[in-house]
């Protein structure tokens, strides 16, 4: 089974701190992905990477940024956090050739 | 944009019913996706469907592409089923997915 690990499991954070949420993958998946779900929500897609040193703004960007130094790991940071950006973060990874996607646990994030 | 919505919200069924969720979307998907998410939160990848039906275990998946439209198929339910299950379009090769809101599940004795 393929294994997605992310640090930290929760976190609290104050309204204008910077926080970065890590993502480690050991199934060697070129795309990696993050998505954050708010309360009895879906998924949304905040930025993606198909390949190390490149990435791609998802479908809400904004306030967020990410970080894919190499084929395992993938961090998405938050500069200036903000109440709004309060949500689960989960990461995700991908094969090109298989349409599965595996995910990790999920960061719960607090902002104060 | 893309949209995804699902229905019904929520579902109760009794022990050893079927489930039968909806899903409709709001542009040309390549495939669809169904996951499994647990009461406490992890993510679990059910079956990914182009068109047509697919299998699996309990699980049948139906997409009808030209009619914007899936289902998802439990059969016998078990109270281990209870859960929420999300709906999520794909358009392009990159795995790139938009998610429905989800249906929550209570499967009871």
């Known amino acids: 089974e393929a294994a997605v690990t992310q640090s930290p499991r929760s976190k609290v954070a104050v309204t204008g701190g910077k926080v970065t949420l890590s993502c480690h993958q050991t199934?060697?998946?070129?795309?990696m992905y993050w998505y954050r779900q708010d309360t009895g929500h879906g998924l949304r897609l905040i930025h993606y990477?198909?390949?190390?040193?490149?990435?791609e703004k998802g479908d809400i960007p904004d306030g967020y940024k990410a970080s894919r130094p190499s084929q395992e790991n993938f961090s998405l940071i938050l500069e200036l956090a903000s109440l709004s950006q309060t949500a689960v973060y989960f990461c995700?990874?991908?094969?090109?050739?298989?349409?599965?996607?595996?995910f990790g646990h999920g960061t719960k994030l607090s902002v104060l | 944009g893309q949209q995804v919505q699902q229905s019904p919200a929520s579902l109760v069924l009794q022990e050893g019913e079927n489930a039968e969720l909806q899903c409709n979307f709001s542009?040309?998907?390549?495939?669809l996706q169904w996951f499994y998410q647990r009461p406490g939160g992890s993510l679990v990848s059910l079956l990914s469907?182009?068109?047509g039906t697919k299998h699996t275990g309990r699980l049948t998946s139906t997409t009808v592409t030209k009619e914007r439209r899936g289902s998802l198929h439990i059969s016998s339910s078990q109270i281990t089923d209870s859960g929420t299950y999300l709906c999520?379009?794909?358009?392009?090769?990159?795995?790139?997915?938009?998610f429905g809101q989800g249906t929550v599940l209570s499967v009871i004795p």
């Open positions: 469907n182009p068109s």
């Open positions: 990477s198909y390949v190390a040193d490149s990435t």
């Open positions: 542009s040309t998907a390549t495939r």
């Open positions: 999520a379009m794909a358009t392009g090769g990159n795995n790139k997915l938009t």
């Open positions: 995700a990874t991908g094969a090109v050739s298989n349409e599965r996607l595996f």
């Open positions: 199934n060697n998946h070129d795309y």
